[in-house]
């Protein structure tokens, strides 16, 4: 089943997304889409999914790296900065895409990816303190000894 998986990249496409992650064993709610009723999340992670397309990183790999990320802790400042270096290595095990995003530094394209899956993962913290920008510091920070 994950290797006819595909990221979906419009409303049409999310019931099979939703489908295969339904069926998981380890239920990953994070990685649910409702284009209707969360319109903006749901085109952050099509931005996140594009990236990852580009990166040639199977959905298959992305789902197991985020459901580890994730973990199942309370959510608190260990967890994230886990959850952080947890979605970067994910990028350090695969070849660079130079179409990754026009203008923009392969380094600060990921991050980006990852400041943005740290605002959709941990969404209530992130408007807590700032949203993206928080996000994009903190990825930063938390990263800094990491070769991207």
């Given at each position: 089943?994950?290797?006819?998986?595909?990221?979906?990249?419009?409303?049409?496409?999310?019931?099979?997304?939703?489908?295969?992650?339904?069926?998981?064993?380890?239920?990953?709610?994070?990685?649910?889409?409702?284009?209707?009723?969360?319109?903006?999340?749901?085109?952050?992670?099509?931005?996140?999914?594009?990236?990852?397309?580009?990166?040639?990183?199977?959905?298959?790999?992305?789902?197991?790296?985020?459901?580890k990320?994730?973990?199942?802790?309370?959510?608190?400042?260990?967890?994230?900065?886990?959850?952080?270096?947890?979605?970067?290595?994910?990028?350090?095990?695969?070849?660079?895409?130079?179409e990754?995003?026009?203008?923009?530094?392969?380094?600060s394209?990921?991050?980006?990816?990852?400041?943005?899956?740290?605002?959709?993962?941990?969404?209530?913290?992130?408007?807590?303190?700032?949203?993206?920008?928080?996000?994009?510091?903190?990825?930063?920070?938390?990263?800094?000894?990491?070769?991207?």
């Amino acid at each position: 089943m994950s290797s006819s998986l595909q990221y979906p990249t419009n409303a049409d496409e999310i019931e099979s997304w939703n489908a295969y992650i339904s069926n998981l064993s380890t239920l990953c709610s994070g990685l649910l889409l409702d284009y209707n009723d969360q319109r903006e999340r749901c085109d952050s992670f099509f931005k996140v999914f594009n990236t990852l397309q580009l990166d040639n990183i199977k959905p298959s790999v992305f789902i197991d790296h985020y459901i580890k990320a994730i973990g199942k802790e309370q959510q608190n400042n260990q967890n994230i900065s886990a959850f952080v270096r947890r979605m970067t290595l994910m990028f350090l095990g695969h070849s660079t895409s130079h179409e990754l995003s026009e203008g923009q530094a392969v380094r600060s394209a990921r991050s980006q990816t990852v400041a943005r899956l740290l605002t959709l993962a941990y969404e209530e913290h992130a408007i807590k303190n700032g949203g993206m920008q928080w996000a994009k510091r903190y990825t930063k920070k938390e990263t800094k000894d990491l070769r991207i």
